[in-house]
């Protein structure tokens, strides 16, 4: 079987109800980004951060996978299909697909604010400020934010050099480290991307691109795919 590799952003979660982060003006979820999504906004106002997170999971509950994530799963009968994701949701997993990566850490887990292995899956629940680890600190978030090394960077690099063919999927690509990921694709590998405004998106010239939806792109994907099998 061939590796699949597959990189997702907001977009494909676009369609499930979840908004992505720079379709509004900076602001997401009426958030400006780095006050709510960086390491600097966490020290300044921890407990504004907890209740953006405390209603990201929320959100969670109510949003369900699209076509575009369940038919990603189904690739792993065709082909060795990892999924490497900048999404914090659990779609990809509600969706059916088991080889998932996520760079930007979980919404449904927490760690602790100080260096620490401690991490737990809390699902929905809420945490705020006082509440801690057994270590003592301060619980937050497992998600990587702006100013944060990212921890499954390395993983994530050798996972692109295995690729046979390479899917990307909803991200404009302007967040770095991820959007390095794809110098890590080998040069002879067909490159696929779906995005509604993928001429804005700076991508070698080499790439197909299917200006759609995911929901829509999917279906032109198909085609594309099923002649490399
Ligand atoms: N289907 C596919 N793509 C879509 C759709 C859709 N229905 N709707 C919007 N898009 C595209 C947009 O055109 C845009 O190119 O999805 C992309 C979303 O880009 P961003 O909002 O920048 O999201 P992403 O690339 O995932 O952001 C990367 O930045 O804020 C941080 O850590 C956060 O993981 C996030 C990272």
New binding site residues.
């Given amino acids: 079987m061939k590796n699949l590799v597959i990189l997702?952003?907001?977009?494909?979660s676009?369609?499930s109800g979840i908004k992505?982060?720079?379709?509004h003006d900076g602001l997401?979820e009426n958030h400006d980004?780095m006050e709510v999504?960086s390491i600097e906004g966490w020290h300044k106002n921890p407990a504004l951060v907890l209740e953006f997170y405390n209603q990201r999971r929320k959100q969670a509950a109510t949003v369900f996978p699209n076509t575009?994530h369940e038919y990603l799963a189904t690739l792993e009968k065709d082909f060795n299909t990892h999924i490497i994701t900048?999404?914090?949701d659990d779609l990809h997993e509600r969706g059916g697909s088991k080889q998932v990566t996520h760079?930007?850490g979980k919404l449904s887990e927490i760690k602790s604010s100080f260096h620490s292995d401690y991490c737990k899956d809390i699902g929905g629940d809420e945490i705020q400020l006082g509440d801690t680890c057994p270590d003592g600190h301060q619980l937050r978030p497992n998600?990587?934010?702006?100013g944060e090394e990212v921890p499954m960077l390395d993983k994530a690099a050798k996972i692109c050099e295995t690729a046979d063919i390479f899917v990307i999927?909803?991200?404009?690509?302007?967040?770095y480290p991820?959007a390095g990921l794809i110098y890590h694709i080998p040069s002879q590998c067909p490159v696929f991307i779906?995005?509604?405004?993928?001429d804005?998106?700076n991508i070698p010239n080499h790439y197909t691109c299917i200006k759609?939806?995911?929901?829509d792109?999917i279906k032109i994907l198909d085609h594309h795919l099923k002649k490399l099998l």
Wanted: glycine fraction near 10%; charge should be negative; avoid cysteine.
């Fill in positions: 997702t952003g907001a977009g494909i676009a369609e992505t982060f720079r379709d997401w980004v999504a575009a900048q999404n914090v760079l930007h998600i990587v934010w702006f999927i909803g991200t404009s690509l302007q967040v991820a779906i995005d509604p405004k993928v804005e998106i759609s939806s995911a929901v792109g």
